[in-house]
C-alpha cells in the first residue's frame, strides 16, 4: 500500500516540475527535416481531422500505411498512401513538393494540401498538419505517424495537447493489433485502376 502510495505522488511530483509547453511551441513547425529522415514506411498511430464527415470516415480503416520515397535530386518525394478495409487494400501514390519542413500534393486544381511537419519530442514519429481544401471538404488536419505501431503515454499526451491548440476533436486511435498492408509498387495495374476512385474519396 505504501509502495502504491509513494510512486503516485514520486510522478505527480516530476510531471509537476517539467512545465508544459505553450501552444506556440507545440504547434511550431519544424525548423528543418533531416534529408531521408522522412523516407520509408510509417504507420498512422493517430489522426484527428476538423471535417466531421472525414474524421468519420477515418474510423473504418482498419490501418492506414504511409511510403516516402526521395527518389531524386529535386524536391519532389513520391508519397504512398495505402489503406486497409479488413481484407482489401487500398493504394494511393502521390507526388509530393517539398520545401523546408511544408510539403503540397501536386495534384493540379483536384485539391489543394498543403502539408506541415510539427515538431514532436518523440523520436520516431512525426506530427504532420494538413491544410486541406477541396470541393467535398475544407479541414485542417493532424495525423501522428510513427515507424512503431504503439506509443508511451507521455507521447500520446504531447499530441493530444497539440490537437487542444489547435482545437480539434479527440483523436481516432489506430488499431495497433490490425495488420499493415504490404508495399505494392506502383507499376502494378491495381495502382492505376484505384487511382482515379480513390482520388475522390481522399479529397
Ligand atoms: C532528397 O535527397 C537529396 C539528395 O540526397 C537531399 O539533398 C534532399 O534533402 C532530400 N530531400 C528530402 C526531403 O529528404
Ligand atoms: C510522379 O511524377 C513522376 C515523374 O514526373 C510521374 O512519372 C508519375 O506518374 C507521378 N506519379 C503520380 C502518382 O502522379
Ligand atoms: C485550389 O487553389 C486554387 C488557387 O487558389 C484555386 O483556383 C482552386 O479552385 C483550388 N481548388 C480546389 C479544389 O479548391
Known sequence: MFAVCATVLLYLTSGS?????SCEELVRPLDQLEPHHLEGRWALVAGSLSHPASLDALKLRDSITMYFLNSSETSTTSYTQINRFGDLCQNLP???SMKGSTFSFDVGNRFNLTGTFLQTSCPDCMVMRWDVESK???????????????LELKEMEEYKAQLECLNLPPPVMMDPTKELCPEQ???EPAAAQTQEKT????A
Open 17 to 21: 516540475h517539467s512545465a508544459p509547453l
Open 94 to 96: 502521390y507526388n509530393i
Open 136 to 150: 467535398r471538404r475544407v479541414s485542417l488536419d493532424l495525423y501522428l505517424i510513427s515507424r512503431r505501431r504503439e
Open 185 to 187: 509498387t506502383s507499376s
Open 199 to 202: 482520388d475522390k474519396q481522399q
